[in-house]
């Protein structure tokens, strides 16, 4: 009896180690990442959005997507009620989340206002402006990048990152400054990390643009898709999307979200709580 209570005790023994160094194998795994890229994503038409979740989701890739309320192929705004099921799926997977301004306002020229500030012609390409040029000045562009962080919070029930995007890449110093003031520090690509999914298909094939990322993607480099881009007429997603994940697995890099890139992981942690 004796005898059989200890081989029972070494038994035990031998299972929960057995699963302490699975859990700690798969830690070390997961942390174990020397080359990360950092795959982002825009919105647009929405209507690539499932085949890229399907995608994300088999190859176990998070990445970070900065959201406007842009016009889609189904339903309302890709920000709207249509999609909210789909937003929160993806909160569910561990995505992140973070502006790209209310209305994909772009920034067109800095603008001398009264008393030295700085205002801004913009133009929205989506909203009750669009297409309307107009100058702006710190609070309203401020209110349009935390109006987009704001719907992103209610479509996952996720708190999302303080970054943004500002359309199409485009901001000066004085725009950047302004949005830091109100919390949310910009977040651009990598040269090699802009993959040519609005480039016309013509002139870019869906081959050539996997090539050119496979050879000049580099550890570090932030890179930059879409939901959907309406001019293209060979879409790059999710026909390049997959094999370009792979491809990038096969040469040692691995995906991280921007909540975990160096130049932004202080700012994000200096602003709020992680959530566990």
Not at 105 to 125: I, L, N, Q
Not at 226 to 255: N, Q, Y
């Amino acid at each position: 009896m004796r005898r059989a209570s200890k081989l029972l005790s070494c038994f035990l023994v031998a299972i929960i180690s057995i699963a302490i160094y699975s859990d700690s194998a798969r830690a070390e795994t997961q942390n174990d990442c020397k080359k990360p890229v950092y795959l982002t994503f825009d919105t647009g038409h929405m209507g690539v959005a499932e085949l890229i979740a399907e995608v994300l989701q088999r190859q176990q890739v998070r990445v970070t997507f900065f959201a406007a309320q842009e016009r889609s192929r189904v339903g309302d705004g890709s920000l709207g009620e249509h999609w909210a099921p789909w937003w929160r799926a993806r909160a569910a997977e561990g995505h992140e989340f973070a502006s790209h301004t209310l209305d994909h306002v772009y920034w067109r020229a800095d603008v001398a206002g009264e008393g030295g500030a700085t205002r801004f012609r913009v133009r929205p390409s989506a909203g009750a402006d669009e297409g309307r040029e107009m100058v702006w000045g710190a609070a309203q562009y401020c209110a349009q990048i935390t109006a987009a962080s704001d719907r992103l919070a209610q479509l996952t029930g996720r708190k999302p990152l303080p970054l943004f995007r500002a359309p199409g890449g485009k901001a000066s110093p004085a725009l950047l400054a302004v949005a830091k003031g109100c919390g949310y520090a910009h977040v651009g690509w990598a040269a090699a990390g802009f993959l040519g999914d609005e480039l016309p298909s013509e002139s870019y094939s869906n081959a050539t643009l996997l090539k050119k990322a496979l050879r000049d993607i580099r550890a570090g480099d932030i890179l930059m898709a879409h939901l959907g881009i309406w001019s293209r007429k060979d879409p790059w997603a999710p026909t390049v999307l997959e094999p370009l994940i792979m491809g990038l697995k096969d040469r040692g890099f691995c995906f991280r979200t921007l909540r975990e890139h160096p130049a932004y992981r202080g700012w994000i942690d200096g602003r709020r709580p992680r959530e566990h």
